[in-house]
């Protein structure tokens, strides 16, 4: 694929549409949508950008047996899903800082150990460029509401046994019920 160009299509508050488009192999021109966070995404440089605009905490307890999970009311499926905590890394953090953040602010937790930090994943490939930083380790003290009126998380410590029975009841997030159904057994 050679990249042709980008054209901005709407700009929405928090994300924006474009088209882009390519030549392929044989010539034919493609022309393939996508969002973005990015609301000037206007070179090939910038849609392939690498600063990641969120991070995802995969968080156990201080004795690894249970796995911070948050119950969140997402709107564009318009349901609770189980999805681990996340959020995006405001301008001058570094993942790091994001993510003891955002666990607070999610769940009243403290981040006191970082044990590994990941490169960038992406969120939702086939129409996006959003990426993540996702940082494992763990956490402590009592959960609490999360502190945004414009969020509703539950969060909650769950099992192995706990999280096995849910992945057959409950809606996850993708990337968060592929990881959590290996954690139930113990991988």
Known sequence: ?????IDKITSGH???RYDI????????????????????LDSFERLRKKTA????????DETG??????REFRLPVGDWVYNFPAGLIEPG????????REIFEETGLDLFRIDDVMNRSFSAVGFSNESNICIVGCARGEIRPSDSPAEEII??????????????????????QSYCYLWAKGY
């Open 1 to 5: 694929m050679i990249f042709k160009k």
């Open 14 to 16: 928090f994300i924006s």
């Open 21 to 40: 488009t390519y030549e392929e192999a044989d010539g034919t021109e493609k022309v393939y949508e996508m969002i973005s966070r990015d609301k000037g």
């Open 93 to 100: 953090e570094t993942p790091g800082q994001s993510a003891k």
């Open 155 to 176: 969060a909650g410590w769950y099992t192995r046994e706990q999280v096995a029975k849910m992945l057959r009841t409950e809606n996850f997030a993708r990337g968060t």
């Open 53 to 60: 605009d969120a991070v995802v905490m995969v968080v156990t």
């Open 65 to 70: 047996e249970r796995i911070l999970l948050n």
